[in-house]
């Protein structure tokens, strides 16, 4: 178990200047404005549901001591702190993911399976001689596994095209009652060569979210959601991170 730091509670200002000279989490609304800010002036900042030094008790998928912003050596590290649901962290840039990436696009979790090589492709089928009718086959290397809140899947979608497109209104593969997808939101594209898949947002309003666990290194103006809070990263001093670097 990780011990809590020792510092207090963080400071809240929902008034702080953008200017001031310490990191701050913003929280971001459902409508794009700012909400509560969290001022960073210690070495180690905890963030849960009942535990730490940011407490967000109305949030149920939290967990009790869920996350946690450090410094070192002038550097920031957000890191999930073993939590049941983990950290999801905005794209800046086209991201290679891997099988087992677990992708937040609106209220769509997506979890992406690279197919091993005896489920890319069955062939052709035959009853005593006689092929099988039925659609067309279409080579395939991954599938995007829609997850639940009962905790178990329910869609399967194959990625077959070289290019797959999720949104609300136009695409592939088309959410039409999620109100917090854009008309056109992200894009999955195949990398046959490479066995992967390369995730890309098409500038959505809300934005895509990969999950991440462990460490990674905070750059000015990322933007995290734990649970149901969506964050902003201000650093002093800092300019905006134009693109973090795909995995």
């Known amino acids: 178990m990780i011990a809590p730091p020792a510092q207090g509670p963080a400071r809240t200002d929902s008034s702080a200047s953008p200017d001031a000279p310490v990191a701050r989490v913003v929280t971001i609304l459902k409508d794009g404005s700012e909400g509560q800010i969290y001022r960073i002036t210690g070495a180690a900042t905890d963030i849960g549901r009942s535990e730490g030094n940011i407490l967000l008790a109305d949030d149920p998928y939290l967990s009790p001591r869920h996350a946690r912003i450090s410094v070192r050596d002038g550097q920031y590290y957000l890191r999930d702190l073993g939590s049941v649901n983990g950290i999801f962290y905005k794209v800046r840039e086209p991201m290679a993911l891997t099988s ?8 769509q979790v997506l979890r992406v399976e690279i197919l091993s090589e005896h489920e890319t492709s069955f062939g052709p089928v035959s009853h005593y001689g006689v092929m099988l009718f039925g659609t067309p086959e279409q080579p395939r290397i991954a599938r995007l596994v829609q997850l639940t809140t009962e905790g178990i899947p329910r869609d399967v979608y194959h990625l077959f095209r070289e290019e797959t497109v999720v949104g609300r209104e136009s695409g592939d593969l088309v ?3 999620d109100a917090f997808l854009s008309r056109r939101h992200a894009t ?8 992967r898949v390369i995730l890309s947002d098409l500038g959505s309003s809300n934005g895509t979210l990969v999950q991440f666990r ?4 905070l750059q000015n103006g990322d933007v995290f959601r734990l649970g149901h809070h969506l964050f902003r990263v201000d650093l002093p001093g800092r300019a905006r991170a134009g693109g973090a670097a795909p995995r």
């Open 100 to 107: 087992g990436d677990i992708v937040l696009l609106g209220q």
């Open 175 to 177: 959410f039409t009652d």
């Open 188 to 195: 999955f594209r195949v990398d046959r060569a490479n066995r």
């Open 214 to 217: 462990g460490e990674r290194e």
